[in-house]
């Protein structure tokens, strides 16, 4: 029998994808070729000819998670999930997003949990959410609670969690020049913010070490 499928309709704060006021295409090559002459080289080179233009195609890509709406992405639920109530986790979901102070590369992975409520989404779908807010300009706590916040204002779950594990350019390119060091942040909503055993459970999971039994 197919999955039965449900229309979430999210808080408007959620559908409406973020304002931006974008420059046009020829106003970034020109912005380029400027950061090009900061950097002390000379962007009429001939391996810098392109380079403007290349950026720009770049940034579309790696910033396009300004065109994109997380709550439509968890717009589809799945009811028929024989009753289960309990943890599901997606785990070491891979992602790279950039510091809003720098804008160098964040590079790390995403463990999202939740506990349904009589509805599931589709395990992508929590994976894409990851990809969108990773896509901006971002802090890794403000990304963590964005995540969580989203998951738990439109599939409404008992709970969610997640954690966040990243190394962060800034922090290994420039300034203190510390490579290898990660930064872990964790947001937790529902029952997992009122439960410590909770918490613990999630954790414990996402290590890949036995999760402690539930006490019912």
Not at 133 to 146: D, G, I, K, P, V
Not at 168 to 194: E, N, P, W, Y
Request: with cysteine; hydrophobic share 40%; glycine share 6%.
């Amino acid at each position: 029998m197919d999955a039965v499928i449900k229309k979430i309709m999210p808080p408007s704060d959620y559908l409406d994808k973020p304002v931006t006021d974008r420059p046009s295409e020829a106003e970034v090559e020109a912005a380029v070729r400027t950061l090009l002459r900061w950097t002390g080289d000379n962007p009429n080179r001939e391996g810098l000819i392109d380079t403007p233009k290349r950026v720009t195609k770049a940034f579309l890509e790696m910033f396009n998670g300004y065109d994109m709406c997380p709550a439509e992405e968890l717009g589809r639920t799945f009811e028929e999930v024989a009753g289960y109530d309990d943890l599901v986790i997606v785990r070491d979901i891979q992602f790279h997003s950039h510091c809003e102070h720098h804008m160098v590369p964040i590079i790390g992975k995403a463990h999202v949990g939740y506990l349904p409520d009589g509805k599931v989404v589709g395990l992508s779908k929590i994976a894409r959410v990851v990809d969108i807010f990773a896509h901006r300009l971002q802090t890794q706590e403000a990304m963590t609670a964005q995540i969580a916040g989203v998951i738990q204002d439109v599939l409404n779950p008992r709970g969610v969690a997640v954690m966040i594990e990243a190394e962060h350019m800034c922090m290994a390119m420039r300034g203190i020049r510390k490579q290898g060091s990660t930064t872990l942040t964790s947001t937790f909503t529902g029952v997992f913010k009122d439960t410590p055993e909770e918490q613990v459970r999630f954790v414990t999971m996402v290590r890949g070490l036995e999760a402690p039994r539930r006490h019912r």
